[in-house]
Every structure is written in structure tokens, then in C-alpha cells.
């Protein structure tokens, strides 16, 4: 009967030992599931964190191309502007100086038609 009580005993130790074997490795099993999921989560997060910054990097560097072009067609737009107004100045020049020589002339005409009517209007012979 002892030994019956012992070998039932070792049986049931035996069962319990084999189940905790397989809790332990239906543990392990879980644990190595749970971390693989993580990490492909992660990694896919990661992934797509770096897809970003390349699209970022190559719209930053397309974006100061741009800025450059539109720098220097600035400049140029600006020396145009500027060779216009330089233009107009000079016409305003040239219009004052028509003005001056009209002036000028206008004087010089009735000068000459004062000295005209004078002479027009002495004797002949004086």
C-alpha cells in the first residue's frame, strides 16, 4: 500500500511537472510572439519614419532649388526695373532739355521779331 501511495504520488508529481513543462514553453511561445509582433511594429514604424524624412529631404532640397531660381530671376527682374526707371529718367532729361531749347528759341524769336518791327517801323534811311 505504501508503495502503491508512492508510485500514485510520483505519477501525480510526474503529470505535474510534465504540465508546468508545457505552461513554461507555452510561455516562452507567447513571450517570442509577443516581442516578434513589437518589433515588427516598431520596425514598421521605423520604416516609415525614414520613408518621411527622404520625402522631406528631397522636397527641402527641391524646395531651395526653387528658392534659388527664384532668387536670381528676382535679381534679374530687378536690373530690368532698374534699366527702366534709368530710362525714363533720361527721357525726362531729354524732354527738360527740349523744353530749355524751345524756351530758348521762343525768346530768340521774339527778340528778333522786336528788332524786326523796330526796323520795320523806323524811316528808310535812318
Request: hydrophobic fraction near 40%; charge should be neutral; avoid cysteine.
Amino acid at each position: 500500500m505504501l508503495s502503491a501511495l508512492l508510485k500514485e504520488h510520483q505519477a501525480r508529481q510526474q503529470q505535474h511537472r510534465e504540465l508546468q513543462e508545457k505552461r513554461r514553453k507555452d510561455t516562452i511561445a507567447a513571450a517570442t510572439a509577443v516581442t516578434q509582433a513589437l518589433g515588427e511594429n516598431l520596425n514598421s514604424g521605423v520604416s516609415q519614419a525614414y520613408v518621411n524624412q527622404k520625402k522631406l529631404d528631397a522636397e527641402a532640397k527641391q524646395l531651395q532649388t526653387q528658392a534659388a531660381t527664384y532668387a536670381k530671376k528676382t535679381l534679374q527682374w530687378l536690373a530690368v526695373v532698374e534699366g527702366f526707371n534709368q530710362a525714363l529718367k533720361e527721357i525726362g532729361d531729354v524732354e527738360n532739355w527740349a523744353r530749355s531749347i524751345e524756351s530758348d528759341m521762343r525768346i530768340i524769336s521774339t527778340a528778333l521779331e522786336y528788332v524786326y518791327k523796330d526796323e520795320a517801323s523806323k524811316p528808310p534811311g535812318m
